[in-house]
């Protein structure tokens, strides 16, 4: 059985720096891009950053420079650096995994609350 349990969510001041955790269990790192998406309140879903098996990685035009998207395999973990955060990072934070070899197969974290206030 596949789960995600993301941690490292909090309150943070703007400008402030956060690093969410997400351990895998039942599934191994290197065979799914891993992902961090956001869902801010009244807001869909939407991506933040993926990393590859291969260790390619992608981020969306609003973090680009401030986060960072990292894996450790051995310790099935995959992190999300935060970096000078701001009102508008202020959202639940999902981790992700999926495959479409040789199965297709997606599964959500929880989520970790993200919030950046003064």
């Known amino acids: 059985q596949v789960q995600l349990v993301e941690s490292g969510g909090g309150l943070v001041q703007p400008g402030g720096s956060l690093n969410l955790s997400c351990v895998g269990s039942?599934?191994?790192?290197?065979?799914?891009?891993m992902a961090w998406y956001r869902q801010a309140p009244g807001k869909e879903r939407e991506l933040v950053a993926f990393?590859?098996?291969?260790?390619?990685?992608k981020y969306t035009d609003a973090v680009k420079g401030r986060f960072t998207i990292s894996t450790i395999g051995y310790k099935r973990t995959v992190y999300l650096r935060m970096n000078n955060l701001n009102s508008d990072d202020t959202a639940v934070y999902y981790c992700?995994?999926?495959?479409?070899?040789?199965?297709?197969?997606?599964?959500w974290g929880q989520g970790t609350q993200v919030t950046v206030s003064s």
């Open positions: 992700n995994a999926e495959r479409v070899f040789p199965t297709r197969a997606n599964y």
């Open positions: 990393i590859t098996g291969a260790g390619s990685t």
């Open positions: 039942g599934l191994t790192l290197s065979s799914y891009t």
